[in-house]
């Protein structure tokens, strides 16, 4: 049976941390998932065994992408549990939003006891010297809720949830078919700790400063400099990355390796560089290091990602071109199905809408990216040839729009991407297969998993971001032309 957990917290930093303090396991110690979990209805047995739990970690006060995760999985899979962690106020919201009666009925009936919600995680990590360093640290990172605790809440996952098996999904993912079934059977024959989708458009090399780790690792992790340094070595600035947003973790191999311990001692180090150790990240690069050559690696279904990005790289595409090739006629009309509906974006060699080929028989599809389905309406996600969203000029998403006539692009001159989008309506909604000949809107996929009764009740919370609200713009205050 596979679980799902979902981890809730309260962000905090420990003053006068010492460097030096309890072990993980003494640590976790302190927190007990029978006393911090709450199950959406309380049964009268105990928790089940169940080989493979899907966990979340989170601290927005959103309930909505929690919950697609939640009934995405569970209406797939009908041996699967799942833990959310997250704070305590956002641990009363989901329980409140997953217990309402008109939401209620529209989940799995079963849901209630095969899902928990739990707190305190934050106030345990917090008690993590390498953690508590970081989140009080002067970095030069442009987001600084990536020095949150939660961002590095899967890596403590197997020490703190009770299965053999754990799937650790980020929020912005939702589940496609019986990922349980599936994920049970991952490490057949394997001794590997965790399992995830490798990337090759990205090397190890683009995050991590290899002199400066080399001098870190000299120390205390002589094991890790071996792989990295060695006569032998096993892994190189040309190694492929991973994205750590779908990981299948072996709870027991996993503690045996200690790779939550090392991953703390890269963050010290990353603290001590004052952030030059790596770059692109603050949980990714520690988590690349730590397993590099040393996970089982999942087929791309796995972790269909990109799926909130706004376009396709040269590169994609002339890898979407080769495919369309060699593959079956049947896989080519769908690729090619999904090519029709791009368009170059102005003198740039990229194109428009991004579009998943592989979301048709995906097992995670991950919205990756600046268009998060929960800051669109579902009208818009099923009218995608008419809506598009508004691009800031630093790149973020404001609200959906109606389209714009691009035949205007025609006359103007962009020096990047993001100021032709900025200066209308122009970007278009990712698009996702669903068959052969079959196209739709990734967001509407979403959407199938989240209620209008959910959405509205969600909304209605006091604690509800202001800024996960779709929003209309009007296309007078979004147009920004360069001269």
């Not at 709870?251 to 001692?265: F, M």
Request: glycine share 6%; with cysteine.
């Amino acid at each position: 049976m596979m679980r799902i957990a979902v981890l809730a917290g309260l962000v905090g930093t420990s003053r006068g941390a010492k460097r030096r303090g309890p072990s993980v396991e003494e640590t976790m110690a302190n927190w007990s998932e029978h006393s911090r979990c709450t199950r959406v209805i309380e049964p009268p047995s105990s928790y089940y065994s169940s080989s493979v739990l899907v966990a979340i970690a989170y601290d927005s006060e959103d309930p909505l992408p929690p919950l697609a995760v939640i009934n995405s999985t569970l209406s797939q899979s009908a041996v699967v549990e799942l833990a959310a962690v997250t704070t305590t106020s956002a641990k009363i919201d989901l329980l409140r939003l997953l217990r309402a009666p008109r939401v209620k009925s529209e989940l799995p009936g079963d849901l209630g006891r095969r899902v928990r919600v739990c707190d305190g995680f934050d106030l345990v990590l917090a008690q993590r010297p390498a953690l508590a360093a970081l989140a009080a640290m002067d970095a030069p990172v442009r987001r600084r809720e990536l020095l949150s605790v939660f961002n590095f809440a899967a890596f403590y996952l197997p020490h703190a949830l009770s299965a053999a098996r754990i799937l650790y999904l980020d929020t912005d993912a939702i589940a496609r078919g019986d990922i349980g079934r599936r994920a049970a059977a991952v490490f057949a024959g394997s001794k590997r700790p965790a399992a995830a989708v490798e990337d090759c458009s990205q090397r190890l090399g683009k995050y991590v400063n290899f002199g400066l780790l080399d001098r870190a690792l000299r120390s205390d992790l002589p094991a890790l400099r071996e792989r990295f340094f060695g006569f032998q070595r096993k892994v190189t600035e040309d190694t492929c990355v991973f994205n750590r947003g779908v990981v299948l973790f072996d709870s027991e191999r996993w503690r045996a390796l200690r790779l939550t311990t090392t991953i703390e001692k890269l963050v010290a180090y990353y603290v001590k560089s004052k952030a030059r150790l790596w770059r692109g990240g603050v949980s990714q690069p520690p988590f690349l290091v730590a397993l590099a050559g040393r996970y089982k690696k999942l087929p791309l279904e796995w972790n269909v990602r990109g799926v909130g990005r706004v376009d396709l790289s040269k590169t994609e595409l002339d890898r979407l071109d080769a495919i369309i090739q060699t593959k079956r006629p049947r896989t080519n009309s769908t690729y090619a199905a999904l090519l029709r509906e791009t368009r170059r974006v102005g003198p740039f060699e990229k194109r428009a809408p991004f579009v998943a080929p592989l979301a048709a028989r995906a097992n995670v599809i991950h919205f990756t990216g600046e268009i998060k389905p929960w800051k669109i309406s579902n009208r818009a996600a099923l009218n995608y040839g008419a809506y598009g969203v508004h691009i800031t000029p630093s790149g973020h998403v404001l609200g959906e729009c109606r389209l714009d006539d691009e035949r205007a692009l025609r006359h103007r001159n962009y020096s990047t991407t993001t100021q032709l989008f900025a200066s209308g309506c122009f970007a278009r909604l990712p698009l996702c297969s669903c068959g052969p000949h079959c196209v739709e809107a990734c967001a509407a996929v979403w959407h199938r998993f989240v209620s209008p009764a959910a959405r509205d009740l969600a909304r209605s919370f006091p604690n509800y971001p202001p800024n996960h609200l779709p929003r209309s713009r009007s296309r007078s205050r979004s147009r920004s032309h360069p001269p």
